[in-house]
């Protein structure tokens, strides 16, 4: 199982970057996909989650709702967070991590702290400077 994570940079305030996931090793379908992130000293934060097995469902944290979207291609395996209007505040270290996916699971995953996923890639750098 991998998760690979990439995108991540430098990037002005009011800038955009977008982040990719790329999975491999099991069932993309069958399996809740979330981007976490962990700023120094700070506890780490569900950012977005996403579901196909949940018709594509996804949850946002209210510290990134209508800056970043998350999006599926099932095809290539891949999840991707593009996030727009970057504040400062939104620098950290961005992980995406895989789940089994049950009813309603994509919402539990991204919004209890310390949500125990079962994979996890390395993360990915985003500075937000202002």
């Known amino acids: 199982v991998q998760l690979q994570a990439s995108g991540g940079g430098l990037v002005q305030a009011g800038g955009s970057l977008r982040l990719s996931c790329v999975a491999s090793g099991f069932t993309f379908d069958d399996y809740v996909i979330g981007w976490f992130r962990q700023a120094p000293g700070k506890e780490r934060e569900g950012v977005s989650c996403i579901s196909s097995s949940d018709d594509g469902s996804t949850y946002y944290s209210d510290s990134v709702k209508g800056r970043f979207t998350i999006s599926s291609d099932n095809a290539k395996n891949t999840v991707y967070l593009q996030m727009n209007s970057l504040k400062p505040e939104d620098t950290a270290v961005y992980y995406c991590?895989?789940?089994?996916?049950?009813?309603?699971?994509?919402?539990?995953?991204?919004?209890?702290?310390?949500?125990?996923?079962?994979?996890w890639g390395k993360g990915t750098l985003v500075t937000v400077s202002s």
């Open positions: 991590a895989a789940d089994r996916a049950y009813s309603g699971s994509y919402y539990y995953a991204c919004s209890t702290p310390r949500y125990g996923m079962d994979y």
